[in-house]
């Protein structure tokens, strides 16, 4: 089986400072199931491409395993071992690529965080389950997903199609996550793993998915096939990934959602507050626009009544929150010429999608707040830098304005799962300096009522590039 990994950001040849592996010989690992080879076709300052190849030995397999097993005669000596990727390559990445795995780099620790343009293509991979589910795995990630399904046996076309694609994956990212990606993924594609699957991969996955599973809109299946299907290990590593108020988002989020209702419906906060967004991207013009983080859809159904908008789109990491905007929209009902204006969409806003690009208006509305700050600036770099629509709406609270609610407790924020909540001059910081890092203008428009000392209860920036 053979995995390349390929970057093209000058000077290329840093990868092999990456991966502990000079690029001016080979180099050959000896494992319990084989051997492993990596060596570079190509390295110069424009393009260097590292390939891992892995020749595992199924007799040797055979013979070190007591009894012949389940199957027809055969069965173990003859198989897929050899040329699929599998949990034999996630081994072998962990043994050969183990310092750049865990972000290592002693000669040039400076590489270990920086974002390069990489290429990471497989010969053989199998998809249990079809084309859709390398999308569903990758592309929230931020990959381009490339892929080419092979013929079961090229004489007998009549025998259909097999499991396994060549794929290529592309995405500016940093060496570690591509391999804490691949080494996650791929069994998760197999649906196997060759050896025991006890709590000891519990820890493995936790440790390789800590900086973008727990986001991922399919932990949970990519957990239960990492883990064998196994319910007390899939639990025990959700429990770990998330925290504990986030264990059940979406019942959390109902929850919560209706917490913050009660405490702006006094002055019917997001009606007002859903009318200024529609009333910003109707002003810059937009016709094309993402809902992002669109929740049950209040917003995708403001926004369907008026017709200046051509092409509708919500996006939301949580599926319970899709299937009740789908209801509410009565998507069943709904006339042909109405549903070929809208769209929902199930992805994270921290990943890099190619989905959200080319469109010419975005909101976030009372989003940002729902993200731990780390976690904003990967935000930032999918929308502002990637999809770069003309025009981003973003609302989120003001802070200061909470001391007039009644039904508020000095000090706590409006929403449980909120957090921060900034003030106007928080908020006006971060949107100077997104604006600036990313060549957009921003203008600062008040929501609802203002306070002559606190301001209004929703503070909105338009950004426009």
């Not at 180099?27 to 020749?55: I, M, N, W």
């Not at 996650?184 to 900086?211: M, T």
Request: glycine fraction near 6%.
């Amino acid at each position: 089986m053979l995995l390349t990994i390929t970057n093209e950001k000058a000077p290329a040849t840093d990868l092999g400072y990456l991966l502990h592996k000079n690029p001016g010989r080979v180099h050959d690992f000896k494992l319990t199931f084989g051997k492993a080879t990596v060596f570079y076709p190509e390295a110069s300052d424009e393009r260097c491409t590292a390939a891992l190849l892995l020749q595992v030995d199924p007799v040797g397999l055979v013979r070190r395993r007591k009894g012949s097993g389940p199957g027809f005669a055969l069965e173990q000596y003859v198989n897929d071992r050899p040329y699929s990727a599998s949990s034999f390559l996630s081994v072998a990445i962990s043994r050969v690529y183990g310092t750049a795995l865990s972000g290592k780099c002693s000669q040039r620790p400076e590489l270990v965080e920086e974002v390069m343009p990489l290429r990471a293509k497989l010969a053989a991979l199998p998809s249990r389950g079809g084309p859709a589910i390398l999308e569903r795995l990758f592309q929230p990630l931020g990959y381009a997903v490339e892929m080419l399904r092979h013929p079961l046996d090229e004489s007998f076309p009549e025998w259909g199609e097999s499991p396994y694609y060549a794929i290529q994956l592309e995405a500016e990212t940093t060496l570690k996550q591509l391999l804490s990606h691949l080494y996650v993924l791929i069994p998760v594609l197999d649906d196997n793993k060759h050896y025991w699957v006890g709590e000891a991969e519990v820890e493995k996955l936790v440790r390789h998915g800590e900086s973008w599973l727990a986001d991922h809109p399919e932990k949970s299946f990519i957990a239960e096939r990492y883990l064998k299907h196994q319910r007390s290990l899939v639990d025990a590593a959700l429990s770990r990934l998330l925290d504990d108020d986030m264990a059940d988002p979406d019942e959390e989020r109902e929850t919560s959602d209706k917490q913050e209702e009660a405490v702006e419906r006094p002055l019917k906060l997001n009606e007002i507050r859903l009318s200024a967004v529609a009333d910003a991207l109707r002003q810059a013009g937009t016709k094309r626009v993402l809902d992002l983080g669109c929740g049950e859809g209040k917003l995708l159904r403001l926004l369907l009544r008026d017709k200046s908008f051509d092409e509708i789109v919500g996006v939301d990491v949580s599926h319970r929150a899709l299937e009740i905007a789908q209801r509410r929209l009565h998507w069943d009902r709904m006339p042909e010429r109405q549903r070929q204006r809208i769209r929902l969409l199930h992805g994270s806003l921290t990943y890099r999608d190619r989905r959200l690009e080319g469109y010419e208006g975005a909101a976030l509305v009372e989003v940002i707040e729902h993200l731990e700050p780390g976690r904003l600036k990967a935000l930032e770099r999918t929308i502002f830098e990637c999809a770069r629509p003309g025009t981003v709406v973003v609302t989120t609270p003001n802070r200061e304005y909470n001391a007039k609610f009644e039904n508020l407790a000095a000090g706590r924020m409006r929403h449980p799962d909120h957090r921060f909540e900034w003030s106007r001059e928080e908020f006006s910081r971060w949107a100077n300096e997104v604006s600036e890092s990313y060549s957009y203008s921003v203008r600062f428009l008040p929501v609802g009522p203002e306070d002559d000392e606190l301001g209004p209860p929703t503070q909105m920036g338009v950004f426009r590039r």
